[in-house]
């Protein structure tokens, strides 16, 4: 586990191109498709297909991620923004596991943070945070910071998509066990997930064989384990914004008299990564990605006029997600494993 924040590298990534795109839209439609069915989906051939993800492995330009849904922890975790201030130490904040994304905005620092121990439980980690933030030898004031408590997570961020396959790419993604469709079987237990989870996360694409020694069990279970856990498990594939083009991002706080259509409509933004209902003044909070600033009047726009937006938070930059540490220019170079 690394848990240092990488140094930035002196030059920018290069851009992906169409194809690269497309293998990661197929990619975070099922992490564990052969290459034969993603070089279908995409148009080229399997041997192109593999080289192309080992070069986006290898310049740390996109990465598999295997992460706990809101469905495997929502009914016994608790879950807040946090606001910390912008001299605060990113090292410390972003090493704990408990922190599942970092950003970097103009606010300050915010941290989405989780506990299982009930709101008392989550106030002590906020005001926990606080100390780690301050830095070795730091001046801490022992307020809790300012901290918005999650009332539902409408929508997560490894439930973004890149949409660089046309409709018959995605449906041959989605077509076979394993695909965004899943199985509709009941779930493993919470504690079989909690094994896939530290399996796979590891390597979201392990066979088989080797994920049915890790469970204990055989390998016609372990495929339909991973099959079931759709829905409790998020097998998929992230990449770096900036080499994607999308180098701007932006936190809108906004309210509506209809708060679930509200949610819905910011669910489905194709801009939109992230979506939360919190308690507060502005209860929706909605992360966005765009080419420009310029675009967020016509983001705001799609919304619909339902939406009042209240307040906008421009993303400086990304530090961690989904339990990636992340560098200036969003390359995934160090894991933490999450843990609340």
């Known amino acids: 586990m690394n848990a240092t924040i990488p140094c930035p590298a002196t030059a920018p990534p ?9 293998i990661v839209h197929a990619l975070q439609i099922d992490a564990r498709a052969p290459w034969t069915r993603v070089a279908a989906a995409v148009g080229a051939d399997s041997a192109t297909v593999s080289r192309r993800w080992e070069q986006m492995q290898e310049e740390s330009l996109a990465w598999l991620t295997c992460w706990p849904q809101s469905a495997q922890w929502e009914s016994s975790t608790d879950l807040a923004m946090v606001l910390l201030g912008a001299d605060s130490d990113l090292d410390a904040i972003c090493a704990q596991p408990w922190a599942f994304s970092v950003d970097e905005t103009s606010a300050g620092v915010v941290a989405l943070v989780a506990a299982q121990s009930g709101l008392r439980g989550l106030g002590s980690r906020v005001q926990e945070l606080a100390e780690l933030a301050a830095g070795p030898g730091g001046a801490h004031d022992g307020r809790t910071p300012r901290m918005h408590v999650v009332s539902a997570v409408l929508a997560e961020d490894s439930s973004w998509r890149t949409r660089a396959l046309d409709a018959r790419g995605q ?11 899943g199985s509709s079987a009941r779930p493993p237990k919470p504690e079989v ?32 384990t991973v099959e079931r856990s759709a829905g409790r498990l998020g097998l998929g594939c992230d990449l770096s914004s900036w080499a994607a ?20 409509q910011a669910r489905w933004l194709p801009q939109s990564y992230r979506a939360l209902q919190v308690v507060g003044p502005a209860p929706l909070c909605i992360s966005v990605r765009a080419t420009t600033l310029t675009a967020l009047p016509e983001l705001e726009h799609a919304l619909g006029d339902g939406i009042e937006i209240v307040d906008r938070w421009t993303v400086l930059g990304a530090r961690k997600r989904n339990g990636r540490l992340l560098d200036d220019w ?8 999450v843990r609340w």
């Open 245 to 264: 083009g999308l180098r701007r991002g932006a936190m809108l706080w906004a309210r509506s008299p209809q708060l679930h259509t509200a949610g819905a």
């Open 193 to 224: 997930v909690a094994e896939l989870l530290e399996a796979l996360g590891e390597d979201p694409r392990m066979s088989a064989a080797k994920l049915a020694g890790h469970l204990r069990v055989s390998e016609a279970t372990a495929r339909r």
């Open 330 to 337: 969003g390359r995934a170079l160090g894991r933490v494993d």
């Open 171 to 181: 449906r041959i993604m989605a077509g076979e066990p394993g695909g965004a469709g």
């Open 14 to 22: 290069r851009l992906l191109d169409e194809l690269d795109l497309s």
